[in-house]
């Protein structure tokens, strides 16, 4: 199964980010701006806000382009320099087996995940995380993948930084219709739970539980109502060349560190979705996909 052609560019930032440190989940509480923060993407730039009050911020996020669209925040770790997370981020993606285990570990300690969006190109789509006072790091992931964005120059990377204040006036919002989490089954190994049912125009909550793992949340269309989960898990095993779900249509989230959660607001149209993760295990390198960790969910 190609790397390249499975988007499996993820997959290797998830090895990247299985952070060491302690990571609090918080939920959000409510975004703190009464309009959400925009973040557009595209080939001929980032623009992305500056500035934040703490707290529950929202963020809305929009690509021009298909080589873009996969916008995380990170928070650098004391002594991290942003030009150290550029080059661990870069090597993540550049490396396989045990030198990308240990590459994945490099990025843990430099920086803690705090996901963020994945979208296409006619769709915009939102997020909203907790955050406490301090910089913060908004970059493009796909930036640092290589042939599969834009492939810019070491350096020259999209990356802007976000500076985020002390809190201001809290507002509530609807809470989220359904919670995904990513777990350690018991025998089983690392599986999405779902609680509650995902709804049209309602939040979705997405939560990283997985021990010392970083993970992600990516939801494709089905277009084929014959699809089951057999088939997935045979693609990431390898025995089929091609995915059974849209791999041009992504939404979700990138890579969270384990103990952080973020409440999605992609705007998914009834129907059948494939969660998946393109994250490897920062056990054996495998995607976690191919250890079982997907599902499909359908939204009403």
Excluded at 101 to 118: F, R
Excluded at 204 to 216: A, F, I, K, W
Excluded at 217 to 231: G, K, M, S
Aim: charged share 20%; aromatic share 6%; glycine share 10%.
């Amino acid at each position: 199964m190609s790397r390249r052609n499975a988007l499996v560019g993820l997959t290797a930032l998830g090895t990247t980010a299985a952070m060491g440190g302690t990571a609090r989940a918080r939920a959000p509480r409510g975004p703190r701006h009464t309009a959400p923060l925009d973040i557009v993407t595209g080939e001929d730039g980032l623009s992305a806000p500056s500035d934040a009050g703490a707290g529950a911020v929202t963020f809305r996020l929009r690509t021009t382009s298909d080589l873009t669209g996969a916008v995380g925040l990170a928070r650098l770790r004391h002594g991290v320099t942003e030009a150290e997370f550029r080059t661990r981020l870069r090597r993540v993606f550049a490396t396989k087996g045990q030198e990308n285990i240990e590459a994945a570990k490099a990025l843990m300690a430099a920086a803690e995940l705090y996901g963020g969006g994945l979208t296409h190109v006619g769709t915009d789509t939102g997020f909203t995380v907790q955050l406490e006072a301090g910089r913060y790091l908004i970059f493009e992931f796909l930036d640092f993948e290589g042939a599969r964005g834009r492939n810019p120059a070491p350096g020259q990377e999209y990356v802007r930084v976000l500076t985020v204040h002390q809190p201001r006036e809290q507002r509530s919002t609807a809470p989220p219709a359904a919670t995904i989490t990513a777990w350690e089954s018991p025998g089983l190994g690392p599986r999405f739970a779902l609680r509650g049912r995902l709804k049209r125009g309602r939040p979705l909550r997405y939560v990283n539980h997985m021990p010392g793992q970083v993970d992600e949340l990516a939801l494709y269309p089905l277009t084929d109502d014959t699809v089951t989960e057999d088939d997935i898990q045979a693609y990431f095993e390898g025995a089929v060349p091609t995915p059974p779900f849209d791999v041009t249509r992504w939404l979700g989230t990138p890579p969270l560190s384990p103990g952080r959660q973020i409440a999605l607001a992609a705007p998914c149209s009834p129907g059948r979705y494939a969660a998946i993760t393109w994250v490897t295990s920062i056990h054996d390198a495998r995607p976690l996909a191919a250890h079982g960790q997907h599902r499909i969910l359908t939204v009403v």
